[in-house]
């Protein structure tokens, strides 16, 4: 148990309204959207600068006590929530850290504290005439220091690369309490280890990120949207190679979704419809974007259509003719996690493989799990512009929930060792959190293991920082 001395003293760093203790207001900070983990902490630190944040983090390495960094808690994967292991671990939320610091409209980049929501950074932007190209569902509520330490992703990997492709610098607390001033905006800077990459994706492990500049865009005043039917993953594959192109390789966005997910939205989202008078096994949403006005762009989207449509790879498409219009498409794609939930349990695997990869894995791992698992509804969607896909396996229908779910491990194992054998990653988007730590140590090379613990020792000997996740 942490002490009242311990929590008098951390209170008294960080101010009044620098802590609490109450019950209420902990609540809704120690559990997560998907219900899947109930964290548990006496008490929860709010440090309002790098300062505070700093003498509170020396305080815990002096004491040996565990903490664990939150930002939106939108990870899923057990990460942001204290009390999932064996020690008590304190909490320490950003969400007093929220200011955007400065917009450099001619630096084309942005600084901002750790609590700043993604959606406040691509407002700041756009103020500016600059894109913030992060776009994700969660951005409402997920923070510059989440999606720095889990490496977020989201809808415009394909055209702007994710977290790590778009920070120039962090500032951070270290586990000695130690402020570790790398805001930089250089894009050039050949000092050394980049230290800055050790802490993206480090999920809280190695340090509390306090602020992060990222890279900004020319912002898009052209964009079009367009929703096809295709007969296989193969096809859309060839699609998205020739779509990239034709454009000028200004496509956004190229999301997959199957038959199945789309029947879940039509069957359970009110006020949605299928774009196409025809029904297809695989769907496509794509955006492609330009930051200067362009009449040829459109001409060269409505022949790359046609051409498809005459080869066959296209069997059936719109391209929205409005806002409107494109916004309906969208809400099909976002809707697809809502949907599932009300066709019972699912076994997600949040995994990643190469692009050309992509079809051969759907095929196998769909055929392996059909076989192993008589009746299973297999319905994999998501970002193929760069691998990525959420391989959601539905219950058969009306199977028992809780005996379902009890399959969770065993399948686990088997989707990533084919995800292994084509050259895959077991999470590309939400990190391993306490939920995949036996899954990273059982697929992860052992050299990289052993490099990434030694790493951690290294900074945190103590084991202070976020101690249950990544490692088991
Ligand atoms: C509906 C929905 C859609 C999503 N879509 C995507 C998607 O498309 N792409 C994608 O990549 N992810 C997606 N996610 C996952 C999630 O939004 C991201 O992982 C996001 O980056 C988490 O940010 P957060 O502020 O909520 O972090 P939290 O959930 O609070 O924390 C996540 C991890 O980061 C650590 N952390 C948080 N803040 C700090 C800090 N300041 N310093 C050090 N460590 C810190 C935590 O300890 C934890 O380990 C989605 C989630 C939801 C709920």
């Not at 994999?380 to 399959?407: I, R, S, Y």
Request: some cysteine; proline content about 4%; glycine content about 10%.
């Amino acid at each position: 148990m942490i002490s009242r001395e311990h929590i008098e003293a951390l209170g008294r760093i960080c101010g009044p309204k620098g802590s609490t203790t109450d019950p209420d207001v902990l609540a809704p900070h120690l559990s997560e959207w998907r219900d899947k983990f109930t964290g548990k902490t006496a008490l929860m630190l709010m440090p309002q600068t790098a300062a505070e944040a700093a003498a509170a983090v020396a305080y815990c390495n002096d004491h040996s006590i565990a903490l664990v960094p939150q930002g939106g808690n939108t990870g899923l994967v057990g990460g942001s929530l204290p009390g999932l292991g064996k020690a008590d671990e304190i909490l320490v939320s950003t969400k007093r850290m929220s200011r955007i610091v400065t917009v450099d409209a001619d630096n084309y980049s942005i600084t901002a504290e750790a609590g700043c929501t993604v959606a406040a950074l691509q407002a700041a932007a756009e103020a500016e005439n600059r894109l913030f190209p992060l776009s994700l569902a969660s951005e409402g509520s997920c923070t510059v220091g989440g999606i720095v330490s889990t490496n977020a992703g989201g809808v415009h990997v394909v055209r702007y690369g994710n977290t790590r492709a778009l920070t120039l610098g962090i500032e951070a607390i270290l586990p000695d309490g130690s402020i570790y001033d790398g805001l930089t905006s250089l894009r050039k800077d050949n000092t050394g280890y980049a230290l800055d990459q050790l802490l993206i994706g480090a999920e809280g492990t190695l340090g509390l990120v306090t602020r992060a500049t990222f890279k900004l865009y020319p912002k898009e005043v052209e964009r079009h949207t367009l929703w096809l039917g295709v007969n296989s993953v193969k096809d859309a594959l060839s699609l998205l190679s020739s779509a990239r192109e034709a454009t000028g390789d200004r496509v956004s966005v190229f999301e997959l979704m199957p038959h199945t997910g789309l029947e879940f939205v039509l069957n359970h989202i009110p006020d949605t419809r299928n774009p196409l008078d025809t029904a297809h096994l695989w769907y496509l949403l794509i955006d492609i974007g330009t930051s200067a006005p362009d009449t040829a762009l459109k001409t060269a989207i409505e022949n790359w259509v046609e051409t498809a449509l005459s080869n066959g790879l296209v069997q059936n498409g719109a391209i929205a003719t409005s806002g409107k219009q494109a916004s309906a498409f969208w809400q099909l794609r976002e809707s697809m996690s809502e949907a599932q939930k009300h066709e019972g349990a699912s076994i997600k695997h949040d995994i990643s493989v190469p692009v050309s990869n992509v079809p051969a894995f759907i095929e196998e791992a769909t055929a392996t799990l059909e076989k192993t698992y008589s009746g299973v509804r297999v319905t994999p969607f998501g970002h193929l512009g760069d691998g990525n896909l959420h391989f959601n396996v539905m219950q058969p229908k009306g199977a028992d929930k809780t005996e379902f779910l009890a399959h969770w491990e065993a399948m686990n194992e088997l989707v990533h060792d084919i995800v292994i054998n084509y050259g895959g990653s077991i999470s590309a988007e939400h990190g391993i959190g306490s939920l995949k730590k036996a899954e990273l140590a059982r697929t992860k090379p052992k050299a990289a293991l052993t490099a990434m613990k030694s790493i951690k020792q290294a900074l945190d000997p103590k084991g202070i920082m976020n101690p249950n996740v990544l490692f088991e």
